[in-house]
């Protein structure tokens, strides 16, 4: 059980770190490239959810079981494996798309939008997305929650992000999104 407890709360500290970098990095990018467009309810409706999975997920971390199904130290170290390699690949990402960036709830261009293509980029559209899925998912395992049953509906909100966002950047971008598109898969290189 300390084995588990020492993996929980490395991670814990690691989401903080990157809720820290993400809310730096939200600021400078405001300051950079303000929004263009105001909250709808729908923004709100999602930026409440995300916030519900985000407290979720540090209030397992700190140790409270919801709807736990086993105790199996493979699912643990699976877990942990995960969400740390989510980590890096959502921060990593998050560092290449700099001031471009926006929150997935209020999806918009900016004023001097550039569209990014290189570092992680160069091979998929939405590694945000992925690396968030990814370290969602690890957190799961490595608690042990039947909330792991909700990824498919997860992953159909990432989806579902991720198709507006290319709406928009095809409209704004045009000709140059569509080769960059091609180019490259929207999650997984190679592969989808």
Same mark, same amino acid.
């Given at each position: 059980?300390q084995?588990n407890?020492?993996?929980?709360?490395?991670?814990?500290?690691?989401?903080?770190?990157?809720?820290?970098?993400?809310?730096?990095?939200?600021?400078?990018? +405001?300051?950079? &490239?303000?929004?263009?467009?105001?909250?709808?309810?729908? %923004? !709100?409706?999602?930026?409440?959810?995300?916030?519900?999975?985000y $407290?979720?997920?540090?209030?397992?971390?700190?140790?409270? %079981?919801i709807?736990? $199904?086993s105790? %199996? %130290?493979?699912?643990?170290?699976s877990?942990?494996?995960?969400?740390?390699?989510? !980590?890096?690949?959502?921060? =990593?990402?998050?560092k290449?798309?700099?001031?471009?960036?926006?929150?997935?709830?209020?999806?918009?261009? &900016?004023?001097n939008?550039s569209?990014?293509?290189s570092?992680? #980029?160069?091979?998929?559209?939405?590694?945000i997305?992925?690396?968030?899925?990814? =370290?969602?998912?690890?957190?799961?395992?490595?608690?042990?929650? #039947?909330?792991?049953?909700?990824?498919?509906?997860?992953?159909?909100?990432?989806?579902?992000?991720? &198709?507006?966002? +290319?709406?928009?950047l095809?409209?704004?971008? &045009?000709?140059?999104?569509?080769k960059?598109?091609?180019?490259?898969?929207?999650?997984?290189? $190679?592969?989808?």
């Amino acid at each position: 059980m300390q084995f588990n407890n020492v993996l929980r709360y490395t991670l814990l500290f690691l989401f903080a770190v990157q809720q820290l970098y993400w809310l730096i990095g939200y600021f400078k990018a +405001e300051k950079l &490239k303000p929004r263009t467009k105001k909250d709808t309810l729908v %923004n !709100i409706i999602e930026r409440t959810l995300i916030k519900a999975v985000y $407290f979720v997920i540090f209030i397992q971390l700190l140790g409270v %079981n919801i709807l736990q $199904f086993s105790n %199996n %130290n493979f699912l643990v170290l699976s877990g942990f494996i995960l969400s740390i390699i989510g !980590i890096i690949i959502s921060i =990593s990402a998050r560092k290449e798309i700099a001031a471009n960036w926006t929150c997935s709830d209020n999806y918009q261009i &900016k004023k001097n939008h550039s569209l990014v293509t290189s570092g992680i #980029y160069r091979y998929i559209r939405h590694p945000i997305y992925l690396g968030m899925g990814i =370290s969602f998912l690890g957190v799961e395992l490595l608690v042990q929650s #039947y909330l792991i049953f909700f990824a498919p509906l997860g992953t159909l909100m990432i989806f579902y992000w991720a &198709k507006r966002e +290319e709406t928009l950047l095809t409209k704004y971008f &045009k000709k140059d999104y569509l080769k960059y598109k091609r180019k490259t898969k929207m999650f997984l290189p $190679f592969i989808i």
